[in-house]
Structures are given as C-alpha cells and as structure tokens.
C-alpha cells in the first residue's frame, strides 16, 4: 500500500499514467507479420498491443517476435512475414490492469514491463499505462511533496 502523504500528493498531478486508447499505436491479431514489421518499423516502439476485430485486447507483438521468423539458412528474408498472422506469434501472457488509478499495482508491474495495457470490464482496450508517464508523476511528487507535507526522519533506537 502507498504511504497516504505519497498518495496523496500523486492525485494533486495533473497527469494521468493512462495514455488513451486513440493514442496509442495498435496492430490486429489477423494481420500478416510483414505489415506488423512496417508499422513497428515505422513507429518506432519495439512492442504494441494487439487487439481483434472487437477492440478486445489479445497481447503484444515485437519486432524481436517478427524478426525471429525473418532468419533463414540463407540469411534474413521478409517472405515468411506474409504467411503468419500476429496471432501466431504474439504474446498472451501479459499483465494487464483494469483500475489505470491503482498507482501502486501499476508501479509494481512496472518495474518489469515497460507499459502496461489497460482494459474495461468488457475486456475492451482502453489504453496503456507507461513508465515513463509514471515516472513523470513521480517527478511531479519529489518537487510537490513539501507543499503539502513535512517530512520528519523516523529514527531507530538501539535498546541495549
């Protein structure tokens, strides 16, 4: 649990750790590996969520995952990128929050994961929350946090 004080002065930041669905790049589990690798290519993220035709949320997919079926005895070629599907080669076991509020969940999963996506209760995709939006709070906190409280040290005695 997030010590109050902390808390606290977390929710006075404007910020929010959730980037919203419309604005983060996404790919659909039916579409072939050589668009995938164009649109990564092109977006310059090395991992994005994958949702279905229902805006579900079904995993991630990374330029490591496409890559990986890229190396042929000859060499790196594209052409098997056209016959897998996302589907295929995606990522399903990936931690996924429903409260992007529970700043303490978030910042546990975080210290592993770069982003964390974030659905509905419907499953639906909604957004993803990011380290580095967090770490903006975060620095918002260690600039803010004597506005609003005094911070005592705690010490220890020795009863020896």
Wanted: glycine fraction near 2%; aromatic fraction near 6%.
């Amino acid at each position: 649990m997030l010590d109050k004080p902390i808390e606290n002065v977390l929710k006075k930041s404007e910020r929010q750790p959730m980037i919203a669905a419309d604005l983060v790049a996404t790919v659909n589990e039916d579409n072939n590996l050589a668009h995938v690798f164009l649109v990564l290519t092109k977006v310059k993220y090395a991992k994005i969520p994958v949702l279905d035709n229902q805006n579900h949320f079904k995993g991630l997919i990374s330029l490591q995952m496409i890559t990986e079926h890229m190396l042929t005895n000859e060499g790196i070629s594209t052409v098997p990128l056209a016959n897998l599907q996302v589907r295929d080669v995606m990522q399903t076991d990936v931690p996924i929050i429903t409260d992007p509020e529970d700043l303490e969940v978030i910042m546990r999963y975080l210290e592993d994961e770069n982003f964390l996506p974030v659905v509905n209760e419907d499953e639906e995709f909604v957004g993803i929350c990011t380290r580095r939006e967090v770490m903006k709070q975060i620095n918002f906190l260690t600039h803010n946090f004597t506005e609003n409280y005094v911070a005592l040290p705690a010490y220890k005695y020795n009863h020896d």
